[in-house]
């Protein structure tokens, strides 16, 4: 079942300017990751926050997490047209290996050059 | 090599056919899984094996039927589908024995059913 809800479900920037986009989930989680996927093919593993942290960053990307308000949101700065694609916010409840994750609705991020 | 194989990346097939999807990867990964994903939602997840055994069913129709025959490999069986099935299909794997679950996933089999 799906937990994770983005917001917004679109978004069209352009090239330069920020994006954020945002993520809530209903229980409680061990991890929360961001996923892109180009074009309905794979995901690629953005980004990974755990329970107890709060914010984290990997180059041009900052996640924050609000474990009180069961949330996420994921900030790209200085956006490019490759990072034009759909994100994914993804938990998994037990931890560890071997635990299938509940993705969100997606946002569908296009990059105006 | 940190790349999950499958194949096919399209497979057209009638609902009385009996295909294969396959998914490889060399990463000693000792958890697999399979997510199915229709257009324009999210991945959802299907079934996930640890140390080759299924671990996780999501209640998946009987007319898909995965199958782990060592740890670098994952097939799903498909037959009698139905053309709701039609779907992009996706592999995944991980390690297990960490306290995060980064999954690595694969490029995805577009299947159609007739």
């Known amino acids: 079942s799906q937990q994770g809800e983005e917001d917004p479900q679109a978004l069209s920037i352009q090239e330069g300017e920020n994006a954020t986009m945002n993520c809530s989930y209903k229980?409680?989680?061990?991890?929360l990751q961001w996923y892109r996927q180009n074009s309905g093919r794979g995901l690629v593993h953005l980004i990974l926050i755990r329970s107890n942290e709060r914010e984290k960053h990997s180059g041009r990307l900052r996640v924050t997490l609000d474990t009180s308000k069961k949330s996420s949101s994921l900030l790209i700065t200085a956006s490019r047209a490759a990072d034009t694609a759909s994100y994914f916010c993804?938990?998994?409840?037990?931890?560890?290996?071997?635990?299938?994750?509940?993705f969100g609705k997606g946002t569908h991020l296009i990059i105006q050059p | 090599d940190t790349e999950v194989t499958q194949t096919p990346k399209h497979l057209v097939m009638g609902m009385t056919n009996k295909k294969s999807l396959k998914c490889e990867q060399h990463m000693g990964h000792r958890a697999m899984y399979w997510y199915k994903q229709k257009a324009k939602k999210p991945p959802e997840l299907m079934f996930v094996?640890?140390?080759?055994?299924?671990?996780i069913n999501e209640s998946v129709p009987s007319r898909f039927s995965p199958e782990c025959p060592n740890s670098s490999l994952l097939n799903l069986h498909l037959h009698a589908l139905q053309p709701e099935d039609s779907a992009l299909y996706l592999c995944?794997?991980?390690?297990?024995?960490?306290?995060?679950?980064?999954?690595?996933f694969g490029p995805g089999t577009r299947l159609t059913v007739l």
């Open positions: 993804a938990t998994d409840a037990r931890g560890g290996g071997a635990d299938g994750l509940t």
């Open positions: 094996y640890s140390y080759e055994k299924l671990s």
């Open positions: 995944a794997s991980s390690q297990i024995l960490v306290t995060y679950n980064e999954q690595f």
């Open positions: 229980t409680s989680i061990n991890n």
